[in-house]
């Protein structure tokens, strides 16, 4: 009996690998077609969860104005308007106007945030001293060297 590759295992080889690989981009179409119509235009409901993550990771309230999401080519981008970080006494201690985030496919293969693109527009950042000379950068206290310059 003749096999088109020679041997019965290379051509089930063969078999194999095609199906995975249909099965893959299968995958690959349907998570498209959910994050583009789905999941994206959806991203303010998701606003909420976002300040609450934001605030968790740097330890001080976080605001969004604005989260909106949509497709740029095959990555999904992500739009923040009006995110800024308080002080401890509720003032903004960093503004951003505008933050775009272009999440990279390679997230799925590292299992951790991968951004192929991140772009802060009008940073405002405070910095301030208090009546005791303390210097407060972002709302935290920059802590003095001993025997380094007031």
């Given at each position: 009996m003749k096999y088109l590759f020679g041997h019965p295992?290379?051509?089930?080889l063969l078999r194999i690998l095609v199906w995975t690989f249909i099965a893959a981009a299968l995958l690959f179409c349907?998570?498209?077609?959910?994050l583009r119509f789905v999941l994206l235009p959806q991203a303010d409901r998701y606003r909420a969860d976002?300040?609450?993550?934001?605030?968790?990771?740097?330890?001080r309230p976080v605001?969004?104005?604005k989260l909106s999401g949509r497709m740029q080519g095959i990555r999904p981008r992500l739009e923040l308007?009006?995110?800024?970080?308080?002080d401890d006494a509720g003032?903004?201690?960093?503004?951003?106007?505008?933050?775009?985030?272009?999440?990279?496919?390679s997230s799925l293969l590292k299992l951790s945030p991968y951004l192929h693109l991140l772009q802060i527009d009008a940073p405002v950042l405070d910095v301030?001293?208090?009546?005791?000379?303390?210097?407060?950068?972002a709302g935290m206290p920059?802590?003095?060297?001993?025997?380094?310059?007031?």
């Open positions: 295992v290379t051509a089930r349907t998570l498209q077609l959910l976002v300040e609450r993550a934001l605030s968790q990771a740097v330890h605001v969004i104005g308007a009006g995110l800024s970080i308080k003032r903004n201690a960093l503004s951003l106007d505008n933050v775009t985030a272009i999440v990279g496919w301030r001293r208090d009546a005791a000379g303390q210097i407060f950068v920059i802590k003095k060297e001993p025997g380094g310059p007031d």
